[in-house]
């Protein structure tokens, strides 16, 4: 058995661990753990610095969790764009393919709660039918391995799905989205490098929320998976009590860079059931993004994203940098908040308003399970 296994066996994952360990009262953590599984494996639980900390928030449970919240199950509508049980076809090129329902932690945030750590709904017998699904759709360039997390899989286990991901011709980029280097770094083997080296192109995915995490062993789990050519990209979530802090974040972001991970989202925590107490103001994200651009490198700078709820997919926001025209002359402030103006090149031919706001309302074919946009819902200020 592997190291990062053993430490596996050794997580905190029962109502009576929650218990014994942390003083739950017995009630509570049963009913906590049947809400959503508990697994925290040693190496995560030893970043905990105090009770409630950062680390804490995001893999202990906590009571808010079973608050009434109405909120849903599948915020992001993942299921209405499922074909196969294994797959989520929500755009164009590319695809999402559930590969596992385990994780080395459950993140108490995590938005697919639903299928998450129940084997019934994701496990490696729906791996064919997911890879017959794309074999059959040749607009399907872009794979994202996903789950659970795809490298609880053995290596053989995923090294099985790399091939046959391999052996689609018009599979060009493999992604894979994986937690590992920041809960379990030692999962990061150069077995599993030299594996995942055979795959290119690849493309991994990581999940880092606050500086603490940024150990030496996550450095050096990041440092193999790049040496060995896999560009490594970070996917953060903006949370109450966990990283909503400019100061934070900033430290967060040049953490990650000098770990050779690239930022490249921050999403703005979903809608979902049990986790609503993570949820911060857009506004918070918005100050956040304006203190982080212009700050420090643009490379460290993450795209500040709502996945849309309903499955509209991820939209942008960006602080407001465009203040306004002066005739030819686009007013613009810059990271300081001083006033520049930008003389814009002259349109070649005026296109008359209404065409305009033709193009932008324009009705776009739709699949029959999604609305259709409705302009009287803008409010345009005057
Ligand atoms: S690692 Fe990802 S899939 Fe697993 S619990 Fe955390 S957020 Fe959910």
Redesign the pocket.
């Known amino acids: 058995m592997e190291l990062w296994q053993e430490m596996l066996r050794a997580s905190v994952d029962s109502g009576k661990d929650l218990v014994d360990r942390f003083g739950f009262d017995k009630g509570l953590a049963d009913k906590l753990n049947s809400l959503f599984h508990i697994r925290i494996n040693p190496y995560y639980l030893s970043l905990i610095r105090s009770q409630g900390d950062p680390i804490w928030k995001q893999c202990i449970p906590d009571a808010k969790e079973l608050e009434e919240d109405n909120l849903p199950l599948d915020p992001l509508n993942e299921e209405a764009d499922s074909p196969v049980p294994s797959i989520t076809h929500r755009y164009p090129d590319r695809v999402l393919f559930l590969t596992t329902s385990?994780?080395?932690?459950?993140?108490r945030?995590?938005?697919?709660?639903r299928k998450?750590?129940d084997s019934g709904k994701i496990s490696m017998k729906y791996i064919q039918t997911g890879l017959d699904y794309i074999s059959a759709h040749p607009e399907i360039r872009d794979v994202i391995l996903?789950?659970?997390?795809p490298l609880m899989l053995t290596d053989s286990n995923l090294e099985k799905i790399l091939a046959g991901l391999r052996a689609i011709p018009h599979v060009e980029i493999i992604r894979i989205?994986?937690?590992m280097p920041c809960?379990l770094p030692m999962r990061i083997t150069s077995k599993l490098t030299k594996m995942l080296r055979k795959y290119h192109p690849l493309y991994v995915n990581t999940?880092f929320n606050h500086p603490w995490e940024c150990t030496a062993e996550a450095k050096k789990a990041c440092e193999m998976l790049v040496d060995a050519g896999i560009p490594v990209g970070n996917q953060a979530?903006l949370m109450k009590g966990v990283n909503d802090d400019a100061d934070v974040m900033l430290e967060l972001m040049r953490k990650l860079l000098v770990m050779r991970v690239k930022p490249y989202y921050l999403y703005q925590a979903d809608i979902t059931k049990g986790a609503n107490h993570f949820r911060t103001p857009v506004s918070v994200g918005l100050d956040i993004m304006d203190k982080l651009r212009g700050h420090t490198s643009g490379l460290a700078i993450p795209n500040y994203v709502i996945d849309a709820p309903g499955g509209g997919g991820k939209i942008p926001l960006l602080p407001q940098y465009v203040l306004g025209r002066n005739g030819n002359n686009i007013i613009m402030r810059n990271y300081k908040y001083d006033i520049y103006q930008y003389p814009d090149v002259e349109e070649e031919e005026k296109v008359p308003e209404t065409m305009v706001e033709k193009k932008f309302l324009r009705k776009r074919k739709r699949p029959a399970h999604k609305k259709t946009y409705q302009p009287e819902q803008v409010q345009v200020e005057s």
């Open positions: 385990q994780c080395s932690m459950y993140c945030f995590c938005t697919r709660k998450v750590g996903s789950g659970g997390d989205g994986t937690k809960v999940h979530v």
